[in-house]
């Protein structure tokens, strides 16, 4: 039987190539993707709260109507500055008018002041019901959030990303909660 990091290898190459094959079929969901965004937001989450956020990575969710509208709505809106690796996540305020500068694997993120987020909303490649996430394989949103125990997360994410099981290692960190343009699921209490 191979490794859990060789398990975690495949499925993010698999998940990559179906990322690809939806490009098109993705970007008319968006808009719902985002719908639901806000609403889980409104649902959960008081105003002024700080809420982190990613800016996307080509392939990815197209979040950024979410960005807005929260951010007019009086949300403070966070993103993450990938720093080496072996690090946590750095959140910078974001604003609309804030120009973005280029961090690590293509990211983006505002040199703005460091703030603390009390909620999370992560990118993913792959998710479970359960609420286990596969990202790029980084490490870096389990990092963080070992140093945020006590934030909410919720997994932003395509229904097609859906897998039946998500391998797991003793580091991951599962999420709360994971958004989609079908769905709000809400896998752990939140
Ligand atoms: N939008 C976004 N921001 C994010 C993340 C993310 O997944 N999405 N991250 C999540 O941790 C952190 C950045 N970490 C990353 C770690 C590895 C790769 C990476 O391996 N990129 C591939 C190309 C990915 C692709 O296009 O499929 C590469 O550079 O070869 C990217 C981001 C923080 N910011
Ligand atoms: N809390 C932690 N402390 C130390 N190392 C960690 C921690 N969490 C993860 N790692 C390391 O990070 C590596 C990658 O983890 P994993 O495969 O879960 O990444 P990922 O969740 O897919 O990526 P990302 O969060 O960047 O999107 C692992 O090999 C592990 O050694």
């Not at 809106?77 to 974001?94: D, K, M, R």
């Not at 394989?137 to 909410?152: E, S």
């Not at 395509?158 to 998500?166: G, L, P």
């Amino acid at each position: 039987m191979q490794n859990i990091s060789n398990q975690k290898k495949m499925l993010r190459q698999k998940m990559r190539q179906l990322r690809i094959e939806n490009q098109i079929l993705q970007q008319k969901k968006n808009k719902q993707l985002n719908r639901n965004i806000v609403q889980y937001i409104h649902k959960k989450h008081f105003r002024s709260q700080k809420v982190a956020f990613f800016w996307p990575l080509e392939f990815e969710a197209d979040i950024r109507d979410s960005l807005h509208e929260l951010y007019r709505q009086g949300y403070r809106i966070l993103l993450p500055e990938t720093p080496p690796v072996g690090l946590a996540l750095q959140f910078h305020l974001w604003y609309p008018e804030v120009q973005l500068r280029p961090g690590r694997y293509k990211t983006l993120y505002p040199d703005t002041e460091i703030m603390h987020p009390q909620i999370i909303m992560l990118p993913l490649l792959a998710f479970d019901r359960k609420g286990n996430r596969l990202g790029y394989g980084g490490g870096y949103y389990d990092r963080t959030l070992a140093v945020y125990p006590t934030v909410k997360t919720a997994g932003i994410a395509f229904s097609y990303q859906e897998v039946s099981t998500v391998p797991v290692e003793k580091f991951d960190c599962s999420l709360q909660t994971i958004i989609t343009e079908t769905e709000i699921i809400y896998s752990q209490k939140d």
